[in-house]
């Protein structure tokens, strides 16, 4: 079965600066990556996907990441964060186990500061 | 207008009675999902339908059922609640179960059981 590690529960960084949230993946083949945001008091929204080519695939708001296959990593990256970015981020799998099953990580809560 | 809605948004109710959530989306998409977030656990798959009346248990079915009976509608029924089932309760749906597809969620039911 797959599974997902963020293992950085609360990331803190200043507005301007860059971020990287961390995502581990273990499955056996190449899954379906994605990342995630949730705002207060809002459900999940959809921030980019990865499921085939380029491995460094652009999402909204100027976000990236990059499938790395031989390190099962999905790291999430900006170059420049605004203070709106304040906001829990999961990452995700998607593997075909009989049907596609999808698993989220803990999520990791990324404060931006002035 | 694509949109996952979930009624109520909040919700008490004392330990033994029932509670029905609900949720609906207009996007006629066949899947459709409960899960339940808890601090730390990211999200947990409680039930997944693949279409009306063909329904799948989750990661975490027990004290929990479902049911579907049309498309864009799908309920999540507690009979008779416990206070460990006090959670935030995010409805969500996609296109037919392909790996790649992206889930669209509604803004969650706060549940909390005394």
């Known amino acids: 079965a797959q599974s997902v590690t963020q293992p950085d529960a609360r990331v803190t960084v200043s507005e301007g600066a860059s971020l990287q949230l961390r995502c581990k993946y273990s499955?056996?083949?190449?899954?379906?990556l994605f990342w995630y945001v949730q705002y207060p008091r809002q459900g999940l929204q959809l921030l980019l996907k990865?499921?085939?080519?380029?491995?460094v695939v652009q999402g909204v708001n100027g976000f990236e990441a990059e499938f790395i296959k031989s390190n099962s990593s999905f790291h999430l990256r900006k170059a420049s964060v605004h203070w709106s970015d304040s906001a829990v981020y999961f990452c995700?799998?998607?593997?075909?186990?009989?049907?596609?099953?999808?698993?989220f990580g803990a999520g990791t809560r990324l404060k931006v500061i002035a | 207008d694509m949109k996952v809605t979930q009624m109520p948004r909040y919700l008490i109710k004392r330990m033994g009675e029932n509670v029905l959530l609900e949720c609906g989306q207009d996007?006629?998409?066949?899947?459709m999902y409960w899960y339940r977030q808890d601090p730390g656990l990211g999200l947990q798959l409680i039930y997944i339908?693949?279409?009306?009346?063909?329904?799948s248990e989750g990661d975490i079915p027990k004290g929990y059922r479902v049911s579907r009976k049309k498309r864009e509608h799908f309920s999540l029924i507690l009979d008779s609640a416990k206070t460990n089932q006090t959670s935030v309760y995010f409805c969500?749906?996609?296109?037919?179960?392909?790996?790649?597809?992206?889930?669209?969620f509604g803004p969650g039911t706060r549940l909390t059981v005394l």
């Open positions: 969500a749906s996609s296109r037919r179960d392909r790996g790649y597809a992206e889930q669209f």
């Open positions: 499955y056996s083949g190449t899954p379906y």
């Open positions: 990865y499921y085939s080519g380029d491995p």
């Open positions: 995700a799998v998607s593997a075909y186990t009989g049907n596609y099953k999808y698993v």
């Open positions: 996007m006629s998409h066949e899947t």
């Open positions: 339908s693949y279409d009306v009346d063909s329904n």
